[in-house]
């Protein structure tokens, strides 16, 4: 089984910043895409931001130039640098991994519990 564990989350005022980590862990033997997505209440989850096995990255619009993903595979862990913060991203934040348990077999999507982040002054 494959864990996917959130920390970094919390209370920020507006223009502050937050580093959120994700470490899985498990039976794994690779890890594809990665990735961030937010619920705020009320709303759908959507995506913020994937980073591929190499160094690709795609960002929502409204965290480009703000938001900053990055992915330590010796440790399994993506990070989401979360700078200039605006109460507009309040929300709960799941990490998101497509993980490889055995080389014969597909990926599977795997997700987090989820941190809460919440920009208010």
């Known amino acids: 089984q494959v864990q996917l564990v959130e920390s970094g989350g919390g209370l920020v005022q507006p223009g502050g910043s937050l580093r959120l980590s994700c470490a899985a862990s498990g039976s794994i033997f690779r890890i594809n895409v990665m990735g961030w997505y937010r619920q705020a209440p009320g709303k759908q989850r959507e995506l913020v931001a994937v980073?591929?096995?190499?160094?690709?990255?795609n960002y929502a619009d409204s965290v480009k130039g703000r938001f900053t993903i990055s992915r330590d595979n010796a440790k399994n862990t993506v990070y989401l640098q979360m700078n200039s913060l605006k109460p507009e991203d309040t929300a709960v934040y799941y990490c998101?991994?497509?993980?490889?348990?055995?080389?014969?077999?597909?990926?599977?999507?795997?997700w987090g519990q989820g941190t809460q982040v919440t920009v208010s002054s």
């Open positions: 980073i591929g096995s190499g160094t690709n990255t």
């Open positions: 998101n991994a497509n993980v490889v348990v055995r080389a014969t077999l597909p990926g599977t999507q795997y």
